[in-house]
């Protein structure tokens, strides 16, 4: 997630040279410092002394999150904006691991925020102007940023949201390989398909019409649609209910990893 908020930032012009990148792998900053000049440390042992920053921002896999946090505490001196995009964490595992009085944004953004058209949902504690302005600056700069009314909520965005583009390119390709298996050619059910979803998810997005009426706008009773709805709202399980379980899954996941 870190390496698709960089490439949404040079998309925005937001200017990387007070960007410090902090990663063992090479490979990933290899790439990012040829395309956009950053600096870059393979550990925080490793910056120079003294170092200080206005914003630290962690986008770990949450299961090495407890060996990194500490060995950033040298850091926290001058009280920089804490900034996590991990899943599940929250701020009271920060305080655990950093120290109790922290300025915390927690966001939650998904991938599409590499070109600009994310989903980003935060939320801060204590929320000030300062939380705000780096909000703003870092997650609405590359899509849409929505403020949670509690952490909690983190869960259900998570699933929904965070996950939410991983089912949609799970369903592409389900459709893409049912268009090959009935005779068209790799390429043109690709294209098909996607600018499907594409134009399916603008109209949507600008229609006043919710999702059952938009829904009803393409289907006609006796009609190749309906016929395809019926399949997939009678069967057992039907749509819905795969759906529901795994959303449930994600939710429960996303809790065990915060260790609730």
């Known amino acids: 997630m870190g390496r698709a908020l960089v490439e949404g930032w040079t998309q925005k ?16 900053v290899s790439h ?11 550990s925080p042992e490793a910056l120079p002394e003294p170092s200080s920053f206005d914003v630290l921002l962690f986008a770990v896999k949450p299961q090495i999150l407890p060996a990194v946090l500490p060995r950033y505490r040298h850091l926290l001196n001058n009280n920089p904006l804490v900034v996590s995009v991990v899943a599940g964490k929250t701020k009271a595992f920060f305080q655990t691991f950093l120290h109790n009085d922290l ?30 302005r780096v909000a703003d600056l870092l997650f609405d700069s590359v899509g849409s940023l929505s403020w949670l009314p509690q952490e909690d909520d983190f ?6 949201s965070g996950c939410g ?13 049912e268009a090959e298996k009935h005779g068209l050619s790799p390429d043109l059910a690709r294209k098909l398909i996607r600018q499907t979803f594409l134009g399916a998810a603008n109209l949507s997005y600008m229609s006043e ?28 399980p039907s749509l819905k209910d795969v759906f529901h379980k795994a959303v449930t899954h994600a939710i429960h996941q996303s809790k065990a990893l915060g260790g609730v």
């Open 165 to 177: 583009p991983a089912y949609l390119f799970l369903l592409t390709d389900i459709l893409e390989n």
């Open 32 to 42: 990012l410092h040829q395309r956009f000049d950053l600096t870059w440390f393979d």
């Open 13 to 28: 012009n937001i200017p990387l040279t007070s960007l410090t990148v902090i990663t063992p792998n090479k490979a990933t």
């Open 155 to 160: 869960h259900i965005a998570t699933a929904v």
């Open 209 to 236: 019409k919710t999702s059952p009426e938009l829904t009803n706008s393409v289907a006609s009773q006796g009609g190749v649609t309906q016929a395809a709805l019926d399949q997939l709202t009678h069967s057992d």
């Open 103 to 132: 300025d915390f944004l927690r966001a939650m953004p998904n991938l599409p925020v590499a070109f600009c058209q994310g989903t980003i949902s935060a939320w801060a504690s204590p929320k000030t102007e300062r939380t705000q």
